[in-house]
């Protein structure tokens, strides 16, 4: 990947106000949650990668991809430096939320009761990912 496909992206909230749909600019602008169970990603079992919906930095591959019956999109590993983690307490208790390594849009919360090999779930909002099937 060269420099400029990881480059941070920095854009003021009215630039993401205008680039993305509202219900993706709530979430990955402003910590919101889709409602479980509606993203079509739940359904997606194609092989491919899971890229970031604002920027399209890959993710997620389709193969860490797991139904953890939660109702939003789940895997067991993100790519390597693709994502990055902070607290969040907005619910008054700690979880570790999930954001973009590129463009800081927030993603969802990894937990620690995930598959084997990693024990994580990356429980993703769908509004903040956009599928990319593998071309064969």
Known sequence: MSDSA??????????W???????TYTVMR?????????????QEHRTGLYECAACGLPLFTSTTKFDSGTGWPSFFAALPEAVGTTTDRSLGIARTEVHCARCGGHLGHVF?????????????????LKFEPSIR
Not at 6 to 15: F, H, K, L
Not at 112 to 128: H, I, K, L
């Open 6 to 15: 990881t480059a941070p992206i920095e854009r003021s909230d009215e630039e």
């Open 17 to 23: 106000k205008q680039r993305l749909p509202a219900e």
């Open 30 to 42: 402003k910590h919101g949650t889709e409602r479980a169970g509606t993203s079509p990603l739940n």
């Open 112 to 128: 620690r009761d995930g598959p084997r090999p990693t024990g994580e779930r990356f429980c993703m909002n769908g509004v903040a």
